[in-house]
């Protein structure tokens, strides 16, 4: 490497990411509302430059804290993003991070020194994002998906107990199927990936409905199939 190349200059690292949740039986990501330029007052996924010193996951862990002052969020790095004017300001290759959470531990702050709003957007109602915010997410969504199939990744929505509708909206709305109540069931149940347990939920006029909760085990199931 030639450090006196000119080509080298004025590059940086974007870390950025989509932040999932079910609200409302809708499936939503986070997003916020910038405050400068560019993009001043577009919605864009979280994110921002990371520091020479620090890590990708250290930067997005700021990054995230700094936009909207979540903390202990899990995610990890899903793909890379490297078109050279994906920022007008100066080459910025971005890091793209996923995650999932339960949109109730969320207490958001709606401003902050870099973002006016902060809010959930429903995954079929995205405004125009800044940047190239629509394509990450859209990889990001596929991702999600892929995941479903392959990790526990829905277990971060039903920390502890969940009827089996419950658990199956979930999927659907994400999956964007309907999916067999017999099926469905068959397959969680007999797969292990979630189990019974001897607590009943009772809601006022409705039929009590037993609760399941998640195994350890690493769900490989393929509702498409």
């Known amino acids: 490497m030639n450090v006196k190349d000119s080509r080298y200059d004025n590059q940086g690292l974007h870390v950025v990411l989509a932040l999932f949740t079910i609200e409302k039986d809708k499936f939503k990501v986070l997003l916020i509302k910038r405050k400068n330029q560019p993009f001043i007052n577009k919605w864009i996924l979280i994110g921002g430059c990371a520091y020479n ?7 997005m862990s700021r990054e995230l804290y700094e936009k909207t002052r979540i903390k202990n969020v899990e995610f990890e790095m899903f793909d890379v993003f490297t078109k ?6 100066r080459r910025m290759i971005a890091i793209g991070y996923i995650g999932i959470t339960d949109s ?8 902050t020194d870099k973002a006016s709003d902060a809010d959930w957007f ?23 998906k892929e995941k479903i199939f392959s990790t526990n990744i829905i277990k971060k929505l039903f920390p502890n107990t ?13 999956l964007g199927i309907e999916l067999d109540r017999r099926n469905f069931r068959k397959k969680m149940l007999s797969d292990k990936i ?14 009590a409905t037993k609760l399941y909760k998640f195994t350890d085990k690493t769900s490989k199931i393929n509702f498409y199939k």
């Open 162 to 174: 969940f009827t089996l509708p419950q658990l199956q909206k979930v999927y659907e709305k994400i």
């Open 84 to 89: 050279p004017n994906r920022s007008p300001l």
């Open 104 to 111: 109730s531990i969320i207490d958001k702050f709606k401003q």
């Open 53 to 59: 010193n620090e890590t990708g996951e250290e930067a």
């Open 122 to 144: 429903e995954i079929d109602r995205i405004p125009e994002l800044g940047y190239d915010h629509k394509e990450i997410l859209e990889k990001a969504i596929d991702t999600l």
């Open 194 to 207: 979630i189990i019974e347990t001897q607590q009943i939920q009772k809601e006022l006029n409705k039929k």
